[in-house]
């Protein structure tokens, strides 16, 4: 499926093994709003298991997730969205690089590549990756280094859970995005029937960086630039 947007000359190529039928096609927008948000982990991230780490392409459903707060929780859903760009993708689709220690001592212990809307857990408020943006520890993947194809994915458990995605507290899926944007959806009705709705774990989300408290903000800024507003 090609995306184009005229007013800024630029096209994005959305791969999906799903039937055109139940693809998304809502856009709205002067510019192009897409309806398929993702929020979801790159390819390569580590997520805590009761085994220990786990590669996230690697999870299945059924496989057992080390929760922040040290339960196990199943994998009911494991969505995933592979993207191709051409000339600038948008935002929404550009992963945000969040480098080694940037969110507290080792933390993460090592790079970790989430997308813009994909919450961290900090100080028990649900940030969006994108509010927290700093230019220099916390920062946008720039284009050159995005590969033609990339893969996203996302892992859905019981409830919206916090879990560990390379050492960094993390949310689990959460239906702000419907499951019909993922290339896997009709392996989702296969195993449900339906689509079911999630309950929000009991935290305040942050989507903006203005809106981030002052505390954070300033130790974000010890190792990095301020928080654009």
Known sequence: ??????????????????PIEDFPDSFEGGGIDFAPLVECFAT?????????????????????LHTADGRAVPVIWVGRQTVMRAFTPTDRFVPVRITAGALGDGVPHSDLLVTG??????????????????????????????????????????AHDVILANGAPAESFIDYVGRRAFD????????????????????????AARLVPADIRARLARTGKPLAA
């Open 184 to 207: 896997n959806f009709a392996e989702y009705l296969d195993l449900f029937g339906e689509e079911r709705t999630i309950g929000e774990m009991d935290r305040v989300r942050i989507s």
């Open 1 to 18: 499926m090609v995306l184009t947007n005229s007013s800024f000359n630029n096209t994005l190529y959305v791969v999906s093994s799903a």
């Open 44 to 64: 390569g991230t580590l997520i805590t298991t009761p085994q220990g780490e786990r590669a996230v392409e690697t999870l299945k459903t059924g496989d057992l």
């Open 117 to 158: 809307d994909h919450a961290m857990v900090v100080d028990d408020l649900a940030i969006n990756a994108s509010a927290l943006v700093n230019g220099t520890t916390i920062r946008w993947e720039p284009q050159d280094r995005l590969a033609e194809r990339f893969t996203y994915y996302h892992l859905e458990t019981e």
